[in-house]
């Protein structure tokens, strides 16, 4: 008896192992790092953080990007997989070319917007030949935040809708169409449908696409670090300053702290407010 109660554990062994030396070991590395010095306990390193005049921008920025991307891709997101569910014509060709930017790497992608965006690139070169601008539209410079702010954005919503896009259309294919013909027959509206049958169904799909993309939005980087440079920081950019620029790992280990907060706390306001019916219920 105690042989079959003990079998499940056996069987999840390797796991817990492998979770306790790729973040559990890490884990508690980073938090003595940021805590001690070799005096023992101290918040020196977290006073240096606070008065680094970066760091606040870097946090605004980062909480920025993910209030205006992750909402902005949750409906691209949501519109093109129910697109690919009406099935138009050449449906396979649409997903397919909505999916290409997920085999582009972060940094390939920054440096395509950075062709773009930069102030001899193609979108200046367009304005001035149409006779829009005379010299131009500084994009990318350091005293414009709200420009810098605009590419990056436009730059990561191009570049990881497509990952949402593929977490939400696999909960859609799973929606019963029963469902929504049911809803049809009683003649509720597109929108209502919508609203109260098709989203509901969707939770446990948004849920994770949410959860997912926030902590990708965190650790987002080398799009920006393209793009601007230090001129847009952002936390995990602020982490490789700390830590290859700075020489200074237990700051490093400070900020990286402060993105996991902010990630554990998002993840819990997602579990707590985005769930099923079922688990509503329950």
Known sequence: ??????????????????LLVLFGWPLVDGVLEAFTDEHGFTLAHWQRLFDDPYFLDALRNTLLLIVIVV????????????????RPRF????FYLWCIPLAISELAAGLVWLSIFDNRGYLNSLLV??????????WLSYDNTATMLLTVVLAEIWR????????VVAGVQMVPREYDEAAQVFGASFWQR??????PMLKPSLQVALILRTILALQAFAVAQALTGRDFPLLVGETYEWYVGLQNPAVASAVALVVLAISVGTAVLYL?????PSEAES
Do not use: K
């Open 71 to 86: 909402p902005v891709q949750l409906v691209l997101a949501v519109a093109m997989s129910l697109l690919v569910q009406a």
């Open 272 to 276: 707590r407010t985005v769930r099923s």
């Open 160 to 167: 990881a809708t497509s990952l949402v896009f593929v977490i």
């Open 194 to 199: 919508l609203r109260h049958v098709t989203l």
């Open 91 to 94: 449906v396979s060709g649409h």
């Open 129 to 138: 030949s149409l006779g829009l601008s005379e010299h131009g539209v500084q």
């Open 1 to 18: 008896m105690r042989s079959v109660l003990r079998s499940p554990w056996l069987l999840l062994t390797p796991s817990i192992v492998l």
